[in-house]
């Protein structure tokens, strides 16, 4: 009888327990979590479609990060989102480009690392950034044998901050900039600088269309405590413990302040795939008027997929194909 009683009391506590629990899960879900920002330009109207992203330019069609690639996919597509990448250069000079080097867009093979940060804009001026253009339909290099007068013309030198800016200022004040900063440390401090100052004395219609985003930890710090102007997406460590939190069921205890939670559609940790497309994630972020940003989808398939969820962008190398596919939603 007594080991009956003592489980009975076991059962009871132990229920007592998971209830406390369950009302504080709901409870926790239930309570309005602080907003990012009470005005966020990525979100999208309600009702409309995704922003389109040009993922470097839209390296498909043109040569990435050129100022040719952002005309085209501006002008003639008419994208929503430049998104790039910026390297400082050994004279202080704040470039686009992915890679730190620029070798496997303007070098021929075999040639020696061409690194940013150990030349001077001058002599990375001296390439031509789409010399290792393909075209996806004829397979020829169209660009390799363009002359020094036709690189300019055409905008295939390699671009400095304040260049993409001034391109569209004038005639695109609604555009809007992913730039992820790819110097870490004092580098990246200063490019942090640099993007702040052109901003503010010379694009200031701009400042809150743009959106930085880095992987170095300190450069995320550096950016929150002297540019808090400046609109942030998410780091890896940001936008991760934003998943796991809405993963359990916590999302107050999210402390996140970035504006875009930028994220693959999955995701591999100790060989675990996680599905980051659920429609918790995206719903618990606009909650916070957080914008919701998918890279890079190439596929049409998947595009349609993230069309449906209501995300709020999709980052695109392929930005005439993104084009295609919501003009079946358009009604």
């Known amino acids: 009888m007594k080991k009956k009683s003592k489980l009975k009391k076991f059962l009871k506590v132990l229920g007592?327990?998971?209830?406390?629990?369950?009302?504080?899960?709901?409870?926790?879900?239930?309570?309005?979590?602080?907003?990012?920002?009470?005005?966020?330009?990525?979100?999208?109207?309600?009702g409309a479609l995704p922003m389109i992203a040009a993922h470097r330019g839209g390296g498909v069609s043109n040569p990435e990060n050129?100022?040719?690639?952002?005309?085209?996919?501006?002008?003639?597509?008419?994208?929503?989102?430049?998104?790039?990448d910026v390297w400082m250069t050994s004279d202080g000079h704040l470039v686009y480009n992915h890679d730190e080097t620029i070798n496997r867009t303007a070098c021929k093979e075999g040639?020696?690392?061409?690194?940013?940060?150990?030349?001077?804009?001058?002599?990375?001026?001296?390439?031509?950034?789409?010399?290792?253009?393909?075209?996806?339909?004829?397979?020829e290099y169209p660009y390799r044998d363009a002359s020094e007068e036709e690189q300019?013309?055409?905008?295939?030198?390699?671009l400095e901050f304040h260049e993409l800016m001034e391109e569209f200022y004038d005639t695109n004040k609604e555009l809007l900039f992913?730039?992820?900063?790819?110097?870490?440390?004092?580098?990246?401090?200063?490019a942090a600088d640099i993007i702040d100052r052109t901003l503010t004395e010379r694009f200031p219609d701009y400042k809150n269309h743009i959106v930085i985003g880095t992987f170095h930890p300190e450069i995320e710090e550096n950016l929150r405590n002297e540019h808090p102007s400046l609109m942030r997406g998410g780091s890896t460590a940001g936008a991760g413990k934003f998943i796991i939190t809405q993963l359990f069921g916590v999302n107050l205890f999210?402390?996140?302040?970035?504006?875009?939670?930028q994220i693959?559609?999955?995701?591999?940790?100790?060989?675990?795939?996680?599905?980051?497309?659920?429609?918790?994630?995206?719903?618990?972020?606009?909650?916070?008027?957080?914008?919701?940003?998918?890279?890079?989808?190439?596929?049409?398939?998947?595009?349609?997929m993230l069309i449906e969820k209501d995300v709020d962008a999709i980052m695109t190398d392929d930005p005439k194909l993104l084009k295609k596919v919501l003009k079946e939603y358009e009604k």
């Not at 907003?35 to 330009?41: A, H, L």
């Not at 040719?68 to 430049?82: D, K, L, S, T």
């Not at 300019?152 to 390699?158: A, P, Q, T, V």
């Not at 992913?178 to 200063?190: A, D, L, M, S």
């Open 111 to 139: 040639e020696a690392d061409v690194v940013i940060a150990e030349h001077t804009l001058a002599e990375l001026r001296k390439y031509n950034m789409g010399y290792n253009f393909k075209d996806p339909d004829t397979g």
């Open 16 to 46: 007592c327990i998971v209830l406390v629990l369950a009302v504080f899960l709901v409870v926790i879900n239930l309570i309005p979590p602080k907003k990012v920002t009470e005005n966020n330009p990525f979100i999208k109207a309600e």
């Open 152 to 158: 300019e013309r055409l905008g295939l030198k390699i």
């Open 178 to 190: 992913i730039v992820e900063i790819k110097n870490g440390g004092e580098t990246g401090y200063k």
């Open 254 to 261: 999210a402390n996140v302040d970035f504006t875009c939670l």
């Open 264 to 304: 693959p559609t999955s995701f591999k940790i100790a060989g675990i795939k996680l599905n980051l497309t659920r429609d918790t994630y995206i719903k618990r972020a606009h909650r916070r008027n957080m914008a919701v940003q998918y890279w890079t989808i190439n596929d049409a398939d998947e595009m349609r």
């Open 66 to 84: 050129t100022l040719m690639a952002y005309r085209a996919a501006v002008r003639e597509i008419g994208i929503q989102i430049c998104e790039t």
